[in-house]
Nanobody
């Protein structure tokens, strides 16, 4: 079992920045695939970014490429999502997810563990 707890969401102005954190605990997860997803009201959950916990194999949605950066800190067991140049359309509930191995997928159903999410609201 893996537990995921997100934090760092809040209100930001367009063009601003936020950094989301996802504290990871539980069984050994060094070989896990970690992802960030978001869901806006009335819309389906969509992929944002993902990577292997061991590093590398990062993937980004086209809508956030060159603005968002996914990373992790092994000593803190924390996954991050640095979000720069925020836009109103980035407003959503952001969740981190984990999957024990396999390819770095962009499909939500391929991830086994999920956090509760943290709300990000970007004003224009």
């Amino acid at each position: 079992q893996v537990q995921l707890v997100e934090s760092g969401g809040g209100l930001a102005q367009a063009g601003g920045s936020l950094r989301l954190s996802c504290a990871v605990s539980g069984r050994t997860f060094s070989y896990y695939v970690m992802g960030w997803f978001r869901q806006a009201p009335g819309k389906e959950r969509e992929f944002v970014a993902a990577m292997r916990w061991t590093g590398g194999s990062t993937r980004y949605a086209d809508s956030v490429k060159d603005r968002f950066t996914i990373s992790r800190d092994n000593t803190e067991n924390t996954l991050y999502l640095q979000m720069n140049s925020l836009k109103p359309e980035d407003t959503a509930l952001y969740s981190c997810a984990a999957n024990p191995g396999g390819p770095v997928n962009t499909t939500p159903r391929t991830y086994e563990y999920w956090g509760q999410g943290t709300q990000v609201t970007v004003s224009s």
